[in-house]
């Protein structure tokens, strides 16, 4: 049985919610795979989901902020494992005990699975990543329009599903590199109307992998409602199967060009365990470090538990192509394009050249923006020339009135 698997890009969305960070620390959020400038110290309080707080090395808060954590990803403190809003992340309170060729789980021992509801249909799988946030595959929203679309959390059987397990998208993401046709970039985040409560049993948020964490050799797990052989139909109940992570090499053997350096890839060459219709968004869990962390998202495959068929799940990408910021917050814009100084880059915003203002800063990490208005919206390019060419990169603002 061979899993396809979809991309995990932790760096698809950072959120700006650094008003600590920048009025208690004189600080700046940045995404969490770039770095701060020389003389600043980081923080992993103080903003928002998948950022760090980049602030003067001498600057003393001027409120009642928290010590900094010192892990990376979802680790906010030494040898705690939790999410960015603080919840416990990857520990269920229910063991499974799983069979390896797949069967029915044991209820609520994946307790970050969500089903993903089109009116009061079950469309695809989903993991709790956050209180408010839910991973998931781009490929399952051929229409984004969040008002039809539900997340069902705590369920094991699908034909029971109270009103309290149902709750309302605020947003649909998907990522913006996203192919139908190669599947590239299948990703997507969902964020809810309303936090959830991560210490109810059966409703937690499965950890994200730090940085070039390496999955390879390992036996992890695959969830789902979806078919158990092809063209079959759904499960009402959550089943589970073990897969191996297969290493690079013996994946494109089998695949070929339709793996990207930022996929891994997870399955059996002989066949018969895998995901099937009705599985795809769900996650591909890893269990490290004593807790279960999101590897990859189901994608793709050809039909069902068949022979030769591999798997593919992500790495972490550390691209950041889009972002939100609320109104009135300081936001930092990394430039993904690196190695120049200062004076080669240009920044430019819906093809409009950028000077250095009281409202905006070009800096060494970035453009830094002072009091985001609803007018900021819009593609903002670093372009950086030296005497061989140039290259640019483009990060997508939105503002938004609160998140």
Not at 209 to 217: I, M, R
Not at 333 to 344: A, K, N
Request: with cysteine; proline share 3%; glycine share 12%.
């Amino acid at each position: 049985m061979f899993l396809c698997l979809g991309v995990i890009l932790a760096g698809l969305v950072a959120i700006a919610e650094g008003s600590v960070c920048a009025t208690s620390y004189k600080g700046a959020c940045i995404d969490i795979f770039s770095t701060c400038p020389s003389g600043y110290v980081q923080s992993y309080s103080h903003c928002g989901f998948l950022e760090l707080c980049c602030y003067p090395q001498h600057s003393t808060s001027t409120g009642t902020g928290t010590g900094t954590g010192t892990g990376t990803g979802s680790h906010t403190g030494t040898g705690s494992h939790q999410t960015s809003s603080g919840a416990q992340c990857g520990i269920p309170d229910v063991t499974s005990h799983r069979i390896v060729g797949g069967t029915v789980a044991t209820a609520h021992a994946y307790p970050w699975q969500v089903s993903l509801r089109y009116g009061s249909h079950h469309m695809c799988g989903g993991t709790i990543i956050d209180s408010q946030w839910i991973l998931t595959a781009a490929h399952c929203f051929e229409d984004t329009t969040h008002s039809y679309w539900t997340v069902a959390t705590g369920i094991h059987d699908r034909g029971h599903i109270y009103r309290s397990q149902v709750h309302s998208v605020r947003n649909v993401i998907v990522h913006t590199g996203y192919s139908s046709r190669s599947n590239h970039n299948d990703i997507a985040l969902i964020k809810l109307d309303k936090p959830l409560d991560l210490t109810d049993s059966t409703t937690k948020a499965a950890c994200l992998p730090n940085k070039y964490e390496d999955f390879d050799g390992l036996v992890c797990t695959v969830t789902g409602w979806g078919a158990l052989h092809t063209d079959g139909p759904g499960t009402r109940l959550l089943n589970e199967v073990d897969v191996p992570i297969m290493d690079s090499n013996r994946c494109k053997y089998y695949l070929g060009n339709v793996i990207y350096g930022s996929n891994i890839c997870a399955g059996y060459n002989q066949g018969g365990r895998d995901a099937c219709q009705g599985d795809s968004g769900g996650p591909l869990v890893c269990k490290k470090d004593s807790v279960y962390k999101i590897t990859g998202v189901v994608s793709w495959g050809y039909g069902c538990a068949q022979k030769t068929c591999t798997g593919k799940a992500p790495l972490i990408n550390n691209s950041t192509n889009h972002m939100y910021a609320t109104h009135k917050t300081t936001l930092l814009i990394p430039c993904h394009v690196t190695g120049y100084p200062l004076p080669y880059v240009t920044w430019t915003v819906n093809g409009s050249r950028i000077s250095n203002n009281d409202k905006f800063l070009v800096r060494e990490d970035g453009l830094l923006i002072q009091r985001v208005a609803y007018t900021d919206h819009g593609n903002y390019t670093c372009t950086v020339r030296n005497i061989i060419g140039s290259d640019n990169s483009t990060v997508t603002l939105d503002v938004m009135k609160s998140l």
